[in-house]
Antibody, heavy 118, light 107 residues
Framework: QVQLVESGGGVVQPGRSLRLSCAAS????????MHWVRQAPGKGLEWVSV????????YYGDSVKGRFTISRDNSINTLYLETNSLRLEDTAVYFC???????????WGQGTLVTVSS | DIQMTQSPSSLSASVGDRVTITCRAS??????LAWFQQTPGKAPKSLIY???SLQSGVPSKFSGSGSGTDFTLTISSLQPEDFATYYC?????????FGQGTKLENK
């Protein structure tokens, strides 16, 4: 069955960087677009970024544009989110999600917590 | 960016009730609307996509409708496991945006 496992979260100081990973299994990873969505403590969901199945197209939310970079390695079925210049307001659980097409976010990982704190 | 507004923000209901949650987009999004359910400490779960298509494995007591700017999620015959927070999301254009959520509580 489809499995998405995020990792790489932790406690980091403002201005520093962190790379998040999402290991995929149970489906042909190279055929699907993938998303990152985050959720600050006690808050709602915020869409972060998307990458197309082949990595040729990428889009970002306004709050992370220019600071975060999404990428993927289809040879090892892994999605990444490079988070740079982190701010206190980037503190959140970061989820990866598989899109089955037409906005169908069919599967989600369990999330990884990023805490930005001095 | 397209703004998504859900109402109500919270809702109190009882087991067996039928409830409806509304989501309004700041501009027309055709049927590019999804609904998610989330319980505390868990990842969101897809319920509905394309405004009214039921995600595989989701019980038919969940139904979605609407097009353009106004959408609804209806849950019939509430069960204890249905008390959760529900989010709508538009995927008509980037950046995708979520509603602020509707917390469904057991009366």
């Amino acid at each position: 069955q489809v499995q998405l496992v995020e990792s790489g979260g932790g406690v980091v100081q403002p201005g520093r960087s962190l790379r998040l990973s999402c290991a995929a299994s149970g489906f042909t990873f190279s055929l699907y677009g993938m998303h990152w969505v985050r959720q600050a403590p006690g808050k709602g969901l915020e869409w972060v970024s998307v990458i197309s199945y082949d990595g040729s197209n990428k889009y970002y939310g306004d709050s992370v544009k220019g600071r975060f970079t999404i990428s993927r390695d289809n040879s090892i079925n892994t999605l990444y989110l490079e988070t740079n210049s982190l701010r206190l307001e980037d503190t959140a659980v970061y989820f990866c999600a598989k899109e089955d097409g037409y906005g169908n976010f069919s599967n989600w990982g369990q999330g990884t917590l990023v805490t930005v704190s001095s | 960016d397209i703004q998504m507004t859900q109402s109500p923000s919270s809702l109190s209901a009882s087991v067996g009730d039928r409830v409806t949650i509304t989501c309004r987009a700041s501009q027309g999004i055709s049927n590019s609307l999804a609904w998610f359910q989330q319980t505390p400490g868990k990842a969101p779960k897809s319920l509905i996509y394309a405004a009214s298509s039921l995600q595989s494995g989701v019980p038919s007591k969940f139904s979605g409708s609407g097009s353009g700017t106004d959408f609804t999620l209806t849950i019939s015959s509430l069960q204890p496991e249905d008390f959760a927070t529900y989010y709508c999301q538009q995927y008509d254009s980037y950046p995708y945006t979520f509603g602020q959520g509707t917390k469904l509580e057991n009366k």
